[in-house]
């Protein structure tokens, strides 16, 4: 085996696994990525995989579809915020 051939093995099980993990489900994501963890590996990788491993499904806001809480008098109340619609611009 001639040194491009290894190079371009090497490129192609690269971009396989990345395609792998961007498509990958979040639930399962999080599963590999705690099997990683058990193995050596350098700080940078390490925080980039911890970070996957204990990551909320879904877009990453953490339930923007929650109105803010506000504490008054020892009570938690939910503040309802107005919806704003945007006309459209004439064409």
């Known amino acids: 085996m001639n040194y ?3 190079a371009v093995a090497v490129l ?3 971009s ?3 395609a792998a993990w961007t498509l990958m489900p ?6 590999c990525a705690k099997q990683l963890l058990r193995l050596p ?8 995989l911890l970070a996957a491993s ?4 879904g877009c990453g806001c ?7 809480v506000e504490k008054t008098g020892g009570a938690l109340t939910a503040q309802a915020q107005p919806l704003v619609f945007h006309p459209r611009k004439a064409k």
Do not use: E, I, N
């Open 26 to 31: 979040q639930l399962l994501r999080a599963a």
């Open 4 to 6: 491009q051939t290894f």
């Open 41 to 48: 590996m350098p700080v940078g990788l390490r925080a980039r």
């Open 12 to 14: 192609v099980a690269a």
């Open 54 to 57: 204990t990551a909320s499904a």
């Open 62 to 68: 953490s339930g923007c579809d929650k109105a803010p």
């Open 16 to 18: 396989f696994a990345y």
